[in-house]
């Protein structure tokens, strides 16, 4: 079959939220019953002017193709008129190996899976009721945070803080576009006081988030941490929760969250649980509405492979013709 190259507007016209958090789910799902072949994820991490590149590759048991990924983020960027993000994904068989698809997102894919599995851990985790959805960084990881989980939670008051208080601002004022009611702050000890759902969306290299502005009741979504280095959260707070989700254990435990938690002897290494049996319902994301909850997130190959599949399906249809024998469901 003939190479098929998809651009960003291709890509944005094709998916749908929807879709969108229903494959990143069940990759999460797949990923935690082992279901997934990858390797360690690669990363490359730059000084001046800061930036990273990760770059993740995989494929589902059984299925007809592999995806091999690249996502960068150079966070100066927005300064010189450009996007923070941008990357690609490859499409090859898994059959011959040949290239069929390349999907030029600029970054757009893992932005979207990113955003999902942000959501869907806020889900996971969100005690009964909801007082406010608070919002820890002002980039554009922070945006999509902001909007998915909201949409998830059914929650309409955001609260942002950044370490630039107007560009937590601008956010706000940006997002009040999407019928929600936001403000920016000036500590993150407001945002705890008002919310009791945080998604942290950083590239933090030390915490952000002390333990006594935690809140009983509180669930957290932590995000940026996920290169060596990066940390958000004060460790003692993964040592305070009652439950500790992560979307893979050893990842966490090599560069997220965990990672610090670990390293200080605050917790054992049966600590957390999988969010993806969490997901499945096969584990409690929550016990008691006055627990301390955490998600801690590193990214998943088998998120990329889940989305990458599903752009592919939707974007040119008739491509999965070429694999009737092989069905490209997930």
Not at 163 to 188: H, I, M, P, S, Y
Not at 257 to 262: D, G, Q, R, S, V
Request: proline share 4%; with cysteine.
């Amino acid at each position: 079959m003939n190479l098929s190259l998809y651009d960003l507007n291709s890509l944005r016209t094709a998916l749908r939220r929807e879709d969108v958090l229903r494959v990143v789910r069940d990759a999460c799902i797949r990923h935690a019953e082992h279901d997934v072949i990858c390797a360690k994820g690669g990363e490359l991490m730059f000084q001046n002017p800061p930036g990273d590149c990760h770059i993740r590759f995989g494929y589902f048991r059984g299925a007809p193709i592999f995806v091999v990924k690249l996502a960068m983020g150079f966070y100066e960027n927005p300064s010189k008129g450009l996007a923070t993000n941008n990357g690609l994904m490859l499409v090859f068989s898994s059959e011959t190996g040949k290239l069929v698809a390349i999907l030029n997102d600029e970054g757009w894919l893992t932005s979207w899976r990113t955003a999902a599995a942000g959501a869907l851990a806020a889900k996971a985790g969100a005690p009964s009721q909801i007082t406010a959805l608070g919002i820890i960084g002002t980039g554009h990881q922070a945006e999509q945070q902001a909007l998915w989980a909201a949409h998830s939670l059914a929650a309409s008051s955001i609260i942002i803080w950044g370490r630039d208080f107007n560009k937590a601002n601008r956010l706000a004022e940006k997002l009040k576009g999407n019928a929600l009611t936001t403000r920016a702050v000036e500590t993150v000890e407001d945002v705890f006081q008002h919310c009791n759902v945080v998604i942290t969306c950083t590239p933090s290299t030390q915490p952000v988030v002390p333990l006594w502005a935690v809140q009983p009741g509180t669930h957290i979504v932590a995000m940026g941490s996920d290169s060596l280095g990066k940390q958000e959260l004060d460790p003692h707070i993964l040592a305070r929760a009652r439950i500790i989700m992560t979307d893979d254990h050893r990842q966490c435990a090599e560069r997220g969250e965990l990672a610090h938690a670990l390293r200080a002897g605050l917790i054992t290494e049966t600590a957390d649980v999988s969010l993806g049996l969490v997901l499945a319902g096969n584990r409690p994301g929550r016990i008691s509405d006055l627990d301390i909850t955490v998600a801690d997130l590193t990214g998943l190959a088998a998120q990329d492979i889940a989305i990458a599949t599903l752009a592919v399906e939707l974007a040119r249809p008739s491509l999965s013709h070429a694999y009737d024998h092989i069905p490209l469901a997930i």
